[in-house]
């Protein structure tokens, strides 16, 4: 079996992360920050928003089962990119929109991908492309948050729904409950 990577911001990592989990071919989500300048950061120092860092997912994915151009088409259907450095209530640099390309080859995917999407979304698509940086992996407890935390009031009000409409656009692609 081959794998890729792939990272991607979109708000708050547990969004992403909870429907990425879902997803066939995916074998490893794993909630991080990239793209910015503190080495090493914390939960606290990336919501202070001073850091640079974006808070994002990285995946490992099984090529052969799911596409990186799948992933980012359900990457644009589970949050809104055309809000700057905003997710709903979570305001700041941290919470950008941003794919972090890995290769010149996943790089060209994602330019495409965020000029069709420019043509689906009514305002202005504002999604960075960005090469890999480095890559921190967040806190343990923020893995696996919302498999863990799922009536918590955020996961609940906020992941809940996002994952639900993955599930519902999606349905081939979703792993079995």
């Excluded at 996943?106 to 090469?131: F, G």
Aim: glycine share 8%; aromatic share 12%.
């Amino acid at each position: 079996m081959t794998s890729e990577t792939a990272v991607l911001g979109g708000g708050c990592f547990w969004c992403l992360e909870a429907v990425y989990q879902q997803l066939k071919g995916v074998q490893q989500v794993e909630s991080g920050y990239t793209g910015g300048h503190v080495p090493a950061p914390t939960y606290e120092q990336v919501c202070g928003g001073a850091t640079g860092h974006a808070e994002v997912v990285k995946l490992t994915f099984d090529p052969a089962q799911v596409s990186y151009r799948e992933i980012l088409e359900i990457f644009f259907t589970i949050h809104d990119p055309t809000t700057l450095n905003r997710q709903g209530n979570d305001v700041g640099t941290q919470y950008r929109s941003v794919i972090y390309s890995q290769s010149p080859a996943q790089h060209d995917t994602a330019k495409h991908i965020i000029a069709e999407m420019a043509l689906v979304w009514d305002a202005p698509v504002v999604t960075e492309l960005s090469p890999a940086e480095t890559y921190y992996k967040a806190e343990d407890y923020h893995q696996n948050y919302f498999a863990q935390h799922p009536f918590q009031g955020y996961c609940a009000f906020v992941v809940a729904p996002k994952l639900a409409k993955f599930k519902e656009v999606f349905a081939e692609k979703s792993k079995p409950d």
